[in-house]
């Protein structure tokens, strides 16, 4: 029996390849799942960063993580875009992880992310929590690589601007992209809140390729 309520979960694992991976695909709901579960505890696991961006990802996850009963923040120092070949190491530390930490809702990446340290993350949770509920986070970018999920969580305006203030203030190393605005986080919440109906009008959206009720 896999606990699907918010209130029926004990546990969650965050996997991040990069430092602000968890609260651009997850962070919503996170913000919501801690909301309405002040019993959660929660491991954040980033996977890479230079000194700069694990500081940004601390930081930043001592925000999303407040209220929760325990919160657990890791960092790692892989390199950067070169995750297929950091796999032995990356995979020590997810068996580690999984003698210490055992979870009833694992987020990680999209398994048809076109970044290599995306999908390696990806393909490392399934091979290592094989009897748990996991969810695959999406993150828009150049690529075009985000598809049709499955899974929504409803998120209302409150929420969904919390997390995108929260992304904009603590990764200031990230505001030369782009990409990197509030428009972008909230132009993807709105368009999976069209496509599941939501009420709330803005989504979060997982991929969930086996869950058993």
Same mark, same amino acid.
């Given at each position: 029996?896999?606990?699907?309520?918010?209130?029926?979960?004990?546990?969650?694992?965050?996997?991040?390849?990069?430092?602000?991976?968890?609260?651009?695909?997850?962070?919503?709901?996170?913000?919501?799942?801690?909301?309405?579960?002040?019993?959660?505890?929660?491991?954040?696991?980033?996977?890479?960063?230079?000194?700069?961006?694990?500081?940004?990802?601390?930081?930043?996850?001592?925000?999303?993580?407040?209220?929760?009963?325990?919160?657990?923040? #890791?960092?790692?120092?892989?390199?950067?875009?070169?995750?297929?070949?950091?796999?032995?190491?990356?995979? #020590?530390?997810?068996?580690?992880?999984?003698?210490?930490?055992?979870?009833?809702?694992?987020?990680?990446?999209?398994?048809?992310?076109?970044?290599?340290?995306?999908?390696?993350?990806?393909?490392?949770?399934?091979?290592?929590?094989?009897?748990?509920?996991?969810?695959?986070?999406?993150?828009?970018?150049?690529?075009?690589?985000?598809?049709?999920?499955?899974?929504?969580? #409803?998120?209302?305006?409150?929420?969904?601007?919390?997390?995108?203030?929260?992304?904009?203030?603590?990764?200031?190393?990230?505001?030369?992209?782009?990409?990197?605005?509030?428009?972008?986080?909230?132009?993807?919440?709105?368009?999976?809140?069209?496509?599941?109906?939501?009420?709330?009008?803005?989504? #979060?959206?997982?991929?969930?390729?086996?869950?058993?009720?």
């Amino acid at each position: 029996m896999i606990p699907c309520r918010p209130q029926s979960l004990r546990r969650v694992l965050c996997l991040g390849a990069h430092s602000d991976d968890i609260e651009i695909g997850c962070g919503g709901t996170l913000l919501k799942l801690i909301r309405e579960n002040p019993k959660l505890e929660v491991r954040w696991v980033v996977f890479c960063g230079s000194t700069a961006r694990q500081k940004e990802a601390r930081r930043s996850a001592r925000q999303f993580l407040r209220g929760a009963k325990q919160a657990v923040i #890791e960092t790692h120092s892989f390199r950067e875009s070169f995750f297929p070949v950091e796999w032995a190491g990356i995979k #020590e530390a997810f068996e580690r992880i999984k003698k210490e930490f055992d979870p009833d809702l694992v987020f990680t990446h999209y398994r048809d992310d076109r970044h290599q340290d995306h999908r390696v993350l990806s393909d490392l949770a399934w091979n290592t929590f094989r009897h748990h509920l996991i969810l695959e986070y999406e993150i828009i970018k150049y690529d075009g690589d985000v598809g049709q999920p499955n899974v929504f969580v #409803e998120l209302d305006a409150a929420l969904a601007r919390r997390k995108v203030s929260a992304i904009l203030k603590y990764f200031q190393t990230q505001g030369n992209k782009h990409w990197f605005t509030a428009d972008t986080f909230l132009s993807m919440m709105r368009i999976r809140g069209i496509e599941c109906a939501s009420p709330a009008l803005y989504a #979060e959206a997982f991929y969930g390729r086996k869950i058993t009720l």
